[in-house]
């Protein structure tokens, strides 16, 4: 191949509501905001390929240097809320690893956001041993939460 991919720059996720997102991300997963846009014209048209864009962005820093980008559309008027399953063509999720399952869970009960199922215990393949589940936020968009195996002390 003639190019490489470098690296992975961020996440976008559209939302219906900017600031009650930004007050999740940062209130209840505890991200870092980077920076905030407005974006709307021809610019926002030709990086979109969606007529009439005008949308307000906000960058959160995830702590292993990965961003979100949390978007919230203005226009055009006939955008629409799809509640896609994680079955449906074109969902997409973001996993992120963190060191407590059950203290995020009941964490992010109490700000709105759902477990889909229950947390299971992956048994096989490269990720066996960690304890996994998706959430989902009140837009529908599903995160998913990564346990890794706790370590077992032996003293000799």
Known sequence: MSFRIISADHTGITVSDLERSLAFWQNVL?????HSAHQSGKMAEQITGVKGAELKLAVLKVPDGHKIELLEY?????????????????????ALTV???????????????KAAG???????????GKRVVYVRDPDGTTL???EMPKRVVVEC
Request: net charge negative; hydrophobic share 35%.
């Open 74 to 94: 203005h226009t055009p008027p006939d955008r629409k809320n799809v509640p896609l399953r994680p079955c449906d063509v074109g969902s997409v999720h973001v």
């Open 99 to 113: 060191d407590d399952l059950d203290v995020i869970l009941e964490t992010i009960a109490a700000s709105g956001w």
């Open 30 to 34: 505890g991200f870092e905001f980077s």
């Open 118 to 128: 229950e947390p299971q215990t992956l048994t096989v393949g490269p990720n066996a």
């Open 144 to 146: 998913e939460f990564m």
